[in-house]
Nanobody
Framework: QVQLVESGGGSVEAGGSLRLSCAAS?????MTWFRQAPGKEREGVAS???????NYAESIQGRFTASQDNAKNTLYLHMNRLKPEDTGTYYC???????????????????WGQGTQVTVSS
């Protein structure tokens, strides 16, 4: 079973930036960032396939960018112009294969990291 280790969360003021990292113990077909705010459903934020194809949620378009280091099996999430509504626990998920249009469906993933907290103050 693949192991996923997230890092990079923290507390910032609105307008600030953070970079999250997710290191996988092996190469994966898809790696995806989800987030969950208190009392809300876990939602897909950004996803990257092994070929570099990316998908983003509309709510973060133009502010967040996913990138990867294939040699390190690591997915990054560069978060800019952060807003208080971006606050939540960010989880990394990965699979050897999913149907790409379903990237944002949490039920597609069996492999999850432990989560990293992001707090954005106004």
């Amino acid at each position: 079973q693949v192991q996923l280790v997230e890092s990079g969360g923290g507390s910032v003021e609105a307008g600030g930036s953070l970079r999250l990292s997710c290191a996988a113990s092996t190469s994966m077909f898809v790696m995806t960032w989800f987030r969950q705010a208190p009392g809300k459903e876990r939602e897909g934020v950004a996803s990257m396939l092994s070929d570099g194809t990316t998908n983003y949620a509309e709510s973060i378009q133009g502010r967040f960018t996913a990138s990867q280091d294939n040699a390190k099996n690591t997915l990054y999430l560069h978060m800019n112009r952060l807003k208080p509504e971006d606050t939540g626990t960010y989880y990394c998920a990965a699979e050897q294969w999913i149907h790409p249009p379903f990237w944002s469906l949490k039920g597609q993933y069996a492999n999850w990291g432990q989560g990293t907290q992001v707090t954005v103050s106004s």
